[in-house]
Structure formats: C-alpha cells, structure tokens
C-alpha cells in the first residue's frame, strides 16, 4: 500500500495517515523499495529463538576437529578455533555458519580438548606375537616364579625439577645448577612378579657382567633350584653366549620382549614412582647420596608392598577382562580407519 499510494503522487504525511504509521517508517519503506526493488517488500524478518545446530551437523563438527587440517588441504598442523569455525562456514557442500564460543562448548561437550601431541613406535621384531604369548603364560601360570630385569637412567648429579605439596604463592625453589660434573650412573632393577618385591644396584655402565650379576641375584631369590623366568629386554647386553649358558645351566628361562615393545616388561611401571619420589624435586649431591636414596625409597617400598591375595585378584580381573574382549594381551587395537 505504501508503495502504491506513493507511485500515485501522494505524500508522506498522507501516506502515513492512509496506512496508520509513523512518517519515519513511512520514508525508509520508500527508501527501501527506491535502493532494492521488489525484493524490499520480502524483508526475511529472523526473529525467535537462535538457530539450533543438528545432531548430523554436531558429528560432522566433531569428525572434522579430528582431522588433521593438512587433509582437508588446509596449511597448518592444527585447528584454531578461529580456524575451524572459519572452514565449517567455507565449506559449499555442507556449510555450518557458527560461533567460536558454540563451537567451543560443542568440542568441549564432546570431550575434544585441547593437548599435546604424543609418540609411540610400533613393533617391527618379526617374532612379536610369539614373544608376547610367552612372557603372558608364564606371567599368568606362574606368577610367583616369574622376574623383570632392566635399567634405569641414566642417573645424572644434577638438580631435578618436581612438583609438591608448598604454600600457595611460595613454591620450593632449587639451585639453577645444570653442570654434570659427576657423570652417569644406571640403576639395574630386578622384580619379583609374585610378590611384589623390587630391588637392584647402581652401575657405571650397561653391560654383560652386570646384567649376569643381576641374574643370579634373581636366582638366588628362588633358592629351590625350581625354573624360574626373567622378562627382560631385547638388547645386546642382555643376551650374551656366557648369559645363555648360565641360564640354560641354572634353570633359568629368559623371555625377551619384541623390539619396540618395553611395555611388555613388568617393571616398567615401578620406574615410575623411583622417578617421581626420588628423583623429581632433588638435588642430591654425589652418587653415594643418590643410591642411598633409592635404597631407603626400595626399602619402604619393599615393606609397604600389596598383599598377594591382592595381586592375585588384579590378575585374575585383568585376565577376565581380556577375555571379554576376546582379545589377548598384547593385541594391539583396531585402529580407526
């Protein structure tokens, strides 16, 4: 109406009186239709609740976060939020026009955080799966006849960064002294799989003589003359003709782990806490002090070891658990595709 009683030479004022409407709202109509034609009189209002993201729409935003923007022919390594909120809207196929802080409680509402990128190596020891049979059988079947050797280090005199508990504001400071003045050490670990028990000396170096003294401190630790079986790794050091002819004459089964695959060895995990409750946060000064440390650390550990109906129990469990997901341990997962 607006525009026709305009067209017929009427003005502003009488339009205004014609249609019950201000004279403003008169003028920017006519503005309006004289800058954009017809399409003025479909103005396409948006008003109501915010438009929803669909479920489909959601999955694809999830599905593109993990992916690497190199194959979606983007230059970078990583997504920004910017960045993928950018992509979504450019896409003409199946454009997402959203937000960064919807797409940010979208991510987060998913479990897609923000992290630091991780390494891993594949097994490449042709015998893998057979080693790894092996080291689960005899760990499964004769848990209390079963030992884990390996090193630890390498030691360094030096101060150790670390974490505690401190007053807020006022954390313990040690001395920005970086120099290794004292060399290197290696601690050579033994485990006793069945009981709980971790013990071992501090070397100068790696080698076949201390590896074979550890081992008869292993045999010396089942005096029965029963067979008894050391997981340990794959190096050079640990499988000497004189280490495999003591073994084979003492009763003494070793069952190395694939290359690349140290996390098959039990006593892996009980570097950990030598680490972080010894090593992290300490400024030892020599090497006689350190080893005392970690022989006071091994002695409390040793008297504050789990009860073996415990042990027992957490094997069954991991045992039956395995079994559920008819996968063998060791099995690698299927992988994504």
Same mark, same amino acid.
């Given at each position: 109406m607006v525009v026709l009683a305009s067209a017929g030479g009427n003005t502003v004022p009488a339009i205004a009186r014609l249609v019950q409407a201000d004279e403003d709202t008169i003028r920017q109509v006519i503005h309006r239709f004289n800058e954009m034609g017809m399409a003025s009189l479909d103005p396409q209002w948006a008003g109501g609740r915010p438009r929803q993201i669909s479920p489909d729409d959601q999955t694809f935003i999830v599905e593109t976060a993990n992916t690497r923007p190199e194959k979606l022919g983007r230059p970078f390594t990583r997504w920004s939020v910017r960045k993928l909120a950018d992509y979504l809207g450019s896409q003409a196929a199946r454009p997402i026009r959203i937000g960064r802080e919807r797409l940010r409680q979208i991510l987060h509402r998913h479990k897609i955080t923000f992290q630091r990128t991780k390494t891993w190596k594949e097994s490449t020891d042709p015998d893998r799966d057979a080693k790894l049979a092996r080291i689960e059988y005899v760990s499964s079947r004769f848990p209390h006849r079963v030992f884990a050797f390996d090193e630890f280090g390498p030691l360094v005199i030096r101060p150790q960064a670390g974490a505690g508990w401190a007053p807020a504001g006022h954390p313990h400071r040690l001395p920005a002294n970086y120099h290794k003045l004292h060399g290197v050490r290696q601690f050579h670990g033994c485990y006793s799989v069945g009981d709980d028990q971790l013990w071992g000396v501090v070397r100068q170096r790696k080698s076949a003589a201390n590896t074979l003294a550890a081992l008869k401190s292993i045999r010396a630790a089942r005096p029965d003359g029963a067979p008894i079986y050391v997981i340990l790794d794959n190096l050079s050091a640990h499988k000497g003709i004189k280490i495999r002819r003591w073994a084979a004459r003492n009763k003494v089964e070793l069952c190395f782990t694939p290359t690349y695959a140290s996390w =098959?060895? /039990?006593?892996? =995990? @009980?570097?950990? +806490?030598?680490? !972080?409750?010894?090593? =992290?946060?300490?400024?030892? +000064?020599?090497? /006689?002090? $350190? !080893?005392?440390? $970690? @022989? =006071?650390? $091994?002695?409390?550990?040793?008297a504050n070891a789990r009860h073996p109906d415990v042990l027992a129990a957490q094997r069954r469990e991991r045992a039956r658990i395995r079994s559920e997901r008819q996968r063998r341990w060791g099995q690698p997962a299927t992988r994504a595709a």
């Amino acid at each position: 109406m607006v525009v026709l009683a305009s067209a017929g030479g009427n003005t502003v004022p009488a339009i205004a009186r014609l249609v019950q409407a201000d004279e403003d709202t008169i003028r920017q109509v006519i503005h309006r239709f004289n800058e954009m034609g017809m399409a003025s009189l479909d103005p396409q209002w948006a008003g109501g609740r915010p438009r929803q993201i669909s479920p489909d729409d959601q999955t694809f935003i999830v599905e593109t976060a993990n992916t690497r923007p190199e194959k979606l022919g983007r230059p970078f390594t990583r997504w920004s939020v910017r960045k993928l909120a950018d992509y979504l809207g450019s896409q003409a196929a199946r454009p997402i026009r959203i937000g960064r802080e919807r797409l940010r409680q979208i991510l987060h509402r998913h479990k897609i955080t923000f992290q630091r990128t991780k390494t891993w190596k594949e097994s490449t020891d042709p015998d893998r799966d057979a080693k790894l049979a092996r080291i689960e059988y005899v760990s499964s079947r004769f848990p209390h006849r079963v030992f884990a050797f390996d090193e630890f280090g390498p030691l360094v005199i030096r101060p150790q960064a670390g974490a505690g508990w401190a007053p807020a504001g006022h954390p313990h400071r040690l001395p920005a002294n970086y120099h290794k003045l004292h060399g290197v050490r290696q601690f050579h670990g033994c485990y006793s799989v069945g009981d709980d028990q971790l013990w071992g000396v501090v070397r100068q170096r790696k080698s076949a003589a201390n590896t074979l003294a550890a081992l008869k401190s292993i045999r010396a630790a089942r005096p029965d003359g029963a067979p008894i079986y050391v997981i340990l790794d794959n190096l050079s050091a640990h499988k000497g003709i004189k280490i495999r002819r003591w073994a084979a004459r003492n009763k003494v089964e070793l069952c190395f782990t694939p290359t690349y695959a140290s996390w =098959a060895n /039990p006593i892996e =995990a @009980q570097f950990g +806490p030598l680490r !972080t409750f010894v090593i =992290a946060g300490s400024n030892h +000064p020599n090497h /006689p002090a $350190l !080893t005392r440390k $970690l @022989q =006071a650390y $091994l002695r409390w550990r040793n008297a504050n070891a789990r009860h073996p109906d415990v042990l027992a129990a957490q094997r069954r469990e991991r045992a039956r658990i395995r079994s559920e997901r008819q996968r063998r341990w060791g099995q690698p997962a299927t992988r994504a595709a």
